[in-house]
């Protein structure tokens, strides 16, 4: 059977970029997804799956199907003594950008008072290569479709009511 919208998958991955493992799936612990319903993956790695079967796969997926671009307007300077905590490299908050929107801004590099912070997510701009195994794949029931996510193994399971 092929995956198709609306379709249940148990998979594995890992995540490359430039060469370098970023992201893994817990080994020996299928993820279970339903297509359409899986905010949590890049739309191009959802698209790469509709049609495969279960087996061994590697997908590249470009900047603009995972995280999109990188963009430099995102990147911005501010004096430490105006952030709304005392920063720490690597950590994160949020705050109103110039455009009005708030954005989940990191901090990247801290010299003396100046603090670089980056909105962009860490791998916008960056082709992504997944090599995954798809263990299984079932078309979703009217139920599952109508929540929104999966049922029983590997998915929600709802109290039985009296």
Do not use: C
Not at 149 to 161: D, I, R, Y
Request: net charge negative.
């Amino acid at each position: 059977m092929k995956i198709r919208q609306y379709w249940v998958i148990r998979f594995e991955y890992l995540l490359q970029i430039d060469g370098e493992v970023v992201d893994r799936s817990q080994e020996g612990q299928p993820l279970t997804i339903l297509t359409q319903f899986a905010p949590d993956l890049p739309a191009g790695l959802e698209a790469a799956l509709v049609g495969k079967k279960p087996g061994n796969y590697r997908v590249q997926i470009p900047p603009e199907q995972a995280y999109g671009p990188y963009d430099p307007a995102r990147r911005v300077e501010a004096e430490r003594d105006n952030l709304p905590e005392e920063p720490r490299l690597g950590g994160a908050f949020t705050a109103e950008g110039e455009d009005g929107r708030s954005w989940l801004y990191r901090v990247v590099k801290m010299e003396g008072g100046r603090v670089v912070l980056d909105a962009n997510h860490r791998w916008a701009g960056k082709t992504l290569e997944y090599i995954f195994t798809i263990h299984s794949v079932r078309p979703a029931d009217a139920e599952e479709v109508a929540h929104g996510h999966v049922h029983g193994e590997g998915g929600v399971v709802h109290p039985m009511k009296e």
